[in-house]
C-alpha cells in the first residue's frame, strides 16, 4: 500500500534516530524495512533521507541547524534572459506588431539585425546573441504579461454575380498544393462602419498563394470598372508574372470584361464554390490579418479617403511583404473526432520568392536591394502616422443609412451611373 506524504515523515522519523546508530549490517535490515514501508524506488535516495533527518549540526557558536525530511531548499538559478533581453524583446515585438512567439522567433534573426544596423536598437552584443538563440515558447513566456495588457467584427457583402460564372472552373481549398509564384486569391473588404447603405471605399486584397505576398489597393466603391483597374495596378506591382486569379463569385470580378482580359493574356481565372468561404482561405485570412489589422473598422467615403487608404497601404505592403513572418498549413490529418494540423517554419514571402526556384534571380537581386534599404521600426512608425490620418476621414454612422453620394460631373465612374440605376 502506498503511503501518503505525512505517514512517510512519521515512518522516517521512527527510524531515523536507530539507523544512525546502527552498525553497517544492521543499518542494511533497517534499510530493507524501510524501504519496503515506505516504497521508495532508490535505496540511496531513502539512505540520504534517514542520514539527513534530525541530525544536527552546529555551524557557529550558538547555531545549530537540524536536518529535516519535510525541508527543501529552492534552487536558486539565475535566469538566462533576464530584464535586458527582455526590454529589448519587448521593443522588437512591438515593431512587429505583436505577433505570437512562433513568427517572432523566425523573424528576430533578420529583424534584430536590421534595427541594430539602423540603429534603432542599442543593445549589448551578448542580448543580441540571446535575442537571436530565443525559443518561441520562451517569448510567449517572457511577454504574457504584456500580452494581456493589449488584451473589431466582420460581415460578407458579397453579392452574386451573373450566369457567366459557369463559364469560370471551381477551384476547391484543397487544390492549391501545386501553386507556384503568380497564383493570386482576391477578395474586396468593405469599409462601411457597420451600415452597407450608400458607396464607400473597398480594398482590394490580392494575396499571392505559394508566397503569401500580399498586394491591398483601396477603390472608390465595388464597381467593376474599379475593381478592374486596381487589378492592373496589382498586376503591374507584383514582384513575378501573374498567372493566376482566384475570386469569389462576386459580380465585380465576375464579368465579361475580366474574363475578356484574362483569356487575352493567358491568365488562369477559377472561383469559388458559392457560400464556401474556406475556397478563398488563403485571401480571406488576410482581409483580417493585414486590411483589419491595418485599416480598422470605420467607414470610408469619397477619393480623399480612398488616398489616404493608398498611402497606407504603399507602407504596409513592404512592412508586411518583407517583415512579417507566416506560417503555412503542409499537412491536416483528421482521426475521428481530432484533427491535427502542422504548419512550416514562419517566413515572411520576402523569403518564400527567394526560396522559389520559378522566381528569377533578376527578380531576387531587385528584391535584396529593396530589403536593405527598408527600416522595421521606421516603417511601423510611418503606418501608426497615416493611421492617425486616416481616422479623420472616419464618417460617422448613424441611426439611419448614410445617404449614397451623387458623383461630380467630371467624376469617372459618372458614365456608368447616368442615364440608369447605379449598381
Same mark, same amino acid.
Given at each position: ?69 519535510? *525541508? ?32 517572432? #522567433? ?62 469560370? /472552373? ?14 493570386? #486569391? ?19 486584397? *490580392? ?141 515572411? /514571402? ?11 534571380? #533578376? ?38 443609412? /448614410?445617404?449614397?453620394?451623387? /458623383? ?16
Amino acid at each position: 500500500m502506498r503511503l501518503t506524504m505525512h505517514e512517510r515523515k512519521t515512518v522516517t522519523k521512527a527510524f531515523s534516530a536507530s539507523y544512525r546508530r546502527a552498525r553497517k549490517k544492521e543499518k542494511g535490515r533497517i534499510l530493507d524495512e524501510f524501504v519496503e514501508r515506505t516504497g521508495y524506488a532508490s535505496r540511496v535516495y531513502a539512505a540520504r533521507v534517514l542520514r539527513g533527518h534530525g541530525r544536527r549540526v552546529e555551524v557557529k557558536p550558538g547555531v545549530i541547524l537540524e536536518g529535516s525530511v519535510g *525541508v527543501r531548499t529552492k534552487r536558486v538559478r539565475e535566469p538566462q534572459y533576464g530584464p535586458p533581453v527582455l526590454e529589448a524583446l519587448k521593443k522588437v515585438w512591438k515593431v512587429m506588431d505583436y505577433v505570437c512567439g512562433k513568427r517572432l #522567433a523566425a523573424a528576430l534573426p533578420d529583424t534584430v539585425r536590421q534595427l541594430v544596423r539602423c540603429g534603432e536598437l542599442k543593445v549589448h552584443r551578448a542580448v543580441q546573441d540571446k535575442l537571436m538563440r530565443i525559443s518561441a515558447a520562451t517569448i510567449d513566456r517572457l511577454l504574457a504579461s504584456e500580452r494581456r495588457k493589449h488584451a473589431l467584427r466582420g460581415r460578407s457583402q458579397t453579392k452574386p454575380g451573373t450566369l457567366l460564372k459557369h463559364q469560370i /472552373p471551381v477551384r476547391t481549398f484543397s487544390q492549391w498544393n501545386d501553386a507556384e509564384p503568380g497564383f493570386t #486569391a482576391m477578395d474586396l473588404v468593405g469599409h462601411d462602419g457597420g451600415s452597407t447603405g450608400g458607396e464607400y471605399c473597398q480594398t482590394l486584397d *490580392v494575396t499571392d498563394v505559394s508566397t503569401g505576398w500580399c498586394e491591398p489597393l483601396a477603390v472608390p466603391t465595388k464597381a467593376q470598372c474599379w475593381v478592374f483597374e486596381a487589378i492592373l495596378e496589382m498586376r503591374q506591382r507584383l514582384p513575378f508574372d501573374l498567372l493566376g486569379i482566384h475570386s469569389d463569385n462576386g459580380g465585380e470580378f465576375i464579368n465579361d470584361q475580366l474574363v475578356k482580359y484574362c483569356r487575352e493574356h493567358a491568365i488562369t481565372f477559377t472561383r469559388s464554390r458559392a457560400a464556401r468561404k474556406n475556397d478563398n482561405c488563403v485571401v480571406e485570412q488576410k482581409n483580417w490579418s493585414v486590411v483589419r489589422r491595418f485599416a480598422g473598422y470605420g467607414r470610408y467615403e469619397g477619393d480623399p479617403a480612398c488616398q489616404a487608404l493608398n498611402d497606407l497601404y504603399a507602407v504596409v505592403r513592404d512592412y508586411v511583404n518583407y517583415c512579417m513572418p507566416s506560417m503555412k498549413l503542409v499537412e491536416k490529418i483528421r482521426e475521428g473526432a481530432r484533427v491535427t494540423k502542422r504548419h512550416d517554419k514562419a517566413q515572411t /514571402p520576402y523569403h518564400r520568392i527567394l526560396g522559389s526556384p520559378k522566381v528569377p534571380q #533578376a527578380v531576387k537581386r531587385q528584391l535584396r536591394r529593396r530589403y536593405a534599404t527598408l527600416n522595421p521600426a521606421h516603417l511601423k512608425r510611418e503606418i501608426e502616422r497615416l493611421q492617425k490620418a486616416l481616422l479623420t476621414f472616419t464618417v460617422r454612422v448613424s441611426g439611419t443609412a /448614410p445617404v449614397r453620394p451623387k /458623383p461630380a460631373a467630371n467624376h469617372p465612374w459618372r458614365r456608368f451611373t447616368v442615364g440608369r440605376k447605379a449598381t
